[in-house]
Structure formats: structure tokens, C-alpha cells
């Protein structure tokens, strides 16, 4: 069954709800196309201890203020979850879950997006899939020779996870090895070593890069914004959030940290069937390693539009593909719009992208 609108938006979190209340207000006929069962993207899959970096006022979508989570605390996965579906249901937004898109593809003067409920036909297309379910491994020696445990941030939920069924020896506690310098291993090692039940050894290519204490997501919105500015002025590329560290001290991490919890040791050279391996010669076991290792774009769905580049990425004007003015890209990064992958940072090349194809259909 083929069906026909005016725009396919592939994808129904922070970014498809974005791109689908500025689609609204330009008047286009609209959908948005999502392959979880329920709404609240990415979200609903985040570790329990994971907290956003600024208050609720600033982690908002274009329209509707994120309500304060009770405590008056940074909200948490399960507080973002509730608020995309509540935005969701007030803008009536004309999201299909569980409809996994397989393939977009150029048919005459439109695009055609097939899905494993049917196709559908449209004048443009704005994918929004972002980078979750595509988390980078690094190809380290001896990866396939550990016998322990290997997840990814996607897997990580809660220090419980690693506690012992039993089987340790009173005192001993399962090892666990963070991989990544980034805000996610800070945080999933700082939940590990605070919570005291694993022997937590934290390893970063380079140094970790703590920002100062006081910068929280309004500051980093503000210096990511400054930075698109001077680029648009022409004047010299201030360096963006970048420039100031890797890391976001937010309560926990700044706890572990204090406490001489949060120490890192610098990147091993090899796994072992038992642990990792230092080219100093050094050996510590290890029980599991948590991969904090990053995300690569989820754009397999326009391979057929063979307009890969450098990195996997797509070459973009704002949110517009160069190879294909009827495609537009958000929330994947900057290359995609400043702070695009956001909540609050979404906002503006969604705005942008909507006006574009609104202009494109009007010609």
C-alpha cells in the first residue's frame, strides 16, 4: 500500500517532534514515521542515575516549557520520557510508532519512503534518527580474547547490574573497566565507583577535561550559539563548547571526582582473556568493560540516495543535504545544526528545515 504527504519525517524523538511542530506551523500535511513501540526516543532506554545537565526551563522543545521534576533537581531519563509524550499528544502530532523505515529512495519529482508497513510517497523527507542505535566499538587488540562481560552505554543501567550472584568471596568485588573520556563514561564510572559494590578502573585516550563547576547546559548553549554566530559573520571559529572540556561536572561526577574516586588511567594497549594490558607491561582484571565509546550517524535508511561522504556523514547546507535538496538532516550533531542534538539546541534547525522545504513545495 502506498500512501502520499507532503513530508516523511523519519523518526519520533526530540529531533522528529521538533521538525513535526515547525511542519504544523508552515501549514504542511505531515509524518512521522518511528520504530519504538512507545514515544520518548533514546530516552527511554538511558541509564536510572543519568540526570540532564541544566534545570527543565532550558532542556525544552520549540512551544512547550519542560515542567520541573518534583525536588527541583536536573530532570532525569523518565522525567524526559513523560514530557515528549505529553508534547506529543498536545500538538497532536501524527506520529506512527513501531513503523521501522527501511529504505528512502528518489522516484520522478518525489521521494519514496518504504517501511515495513507500507511505502510512502513525499515531496521531501527529514530524517531524525540520530545516533543511539548505532554504538561505536573501537577495534582494540585482543577484543575477542576477553572472556568477561562487554557492553556499550546503551546496555548500562545501574550499578546493580555488576553485583555478584553469590559467588564471591566475602570482601571481593566484581572489577569493572569504564572505556571513554566523554560524559558518559564519566558518569557511568562515577555511578559505579559512588556506589561502592565494583572495583571501578576508569581508562580515556587523553586526560579527562572537566569544565568548570559552575557551566551547566544553559552556558553550553550559549557559548554553541556564540560560535554559530561568528561562523555566520564570517568572523573566527571560536572553538564552541569544545574549547572549555569533555565533561559536564554535574552532582555525581563532581562527588566522585572530589572524593579521589574519578581518577583515569590512560588507554591500554590490548585486551587479555582475564583483563587489559598497559604497554608499560601492566595487567589489571577485569570482570566487564563498559564501552563509552560513542555513536555513529543511523543512516543506513538513505543509502539508496548514495550520498555518504567522509566519516559516514552526509555534506549538508544547515540541515539540507547538498546532494539532495528534498532531504533534510537533523539532530545528529552540529553538522546538522548547532547544538541540533539537543533538546533545547533542536529547536532552531528545526525551524530552519521546515521553512525550507515550505519554500521548496511553494515553488
Known sequence: MTRHTDVVVVGG???GLAAGYHLRRQ???FVVLDADPAPGGSWQYMWD??????PAEHSSLPGRLMPAQPGGTCPGAGHVVAYLSDYEKRYGLPVQHGTRVDAVRRDG???VTETDDGTWRARAVISTTGTWSRPFVPAVPGRGLFTGRQLHTVNYRCPADFAGPGDLPAGDRRSVIVVGGGNSGAQIAADLALDGNAEVTWVTRRPPRFLPDDIDGRALFDVATARRRALEQGDGDTGGVASL?????VPPVRAARDAGRLSAKPMFARLTATGARWADGSHIRADAIVWCTGFRPALA????LGLRGPRG???TDGTRALGEPRLHLLGYGDWTGPASATLIGVGRPARDAA???ARLLGD
Open 301 to 304: 535508511h538513505l543509502a539508496p
Open 109 to 111: 519529482g518525489g521521494l
Open 355 to 357: 521553512r525550507d522545504i
Open 27 to 29: 501549514g504542511l500535511d
Open 313 to 315: 556523514h552526509i555534506a
Open 13 to 15: 524523538g526530540q529531533a
Open 49 to 54: 542515575s543519568l540526570r540532564l545537565f541544566s
Open 245 to 249: 572540556g569533555d565533561i559536564v561536572a
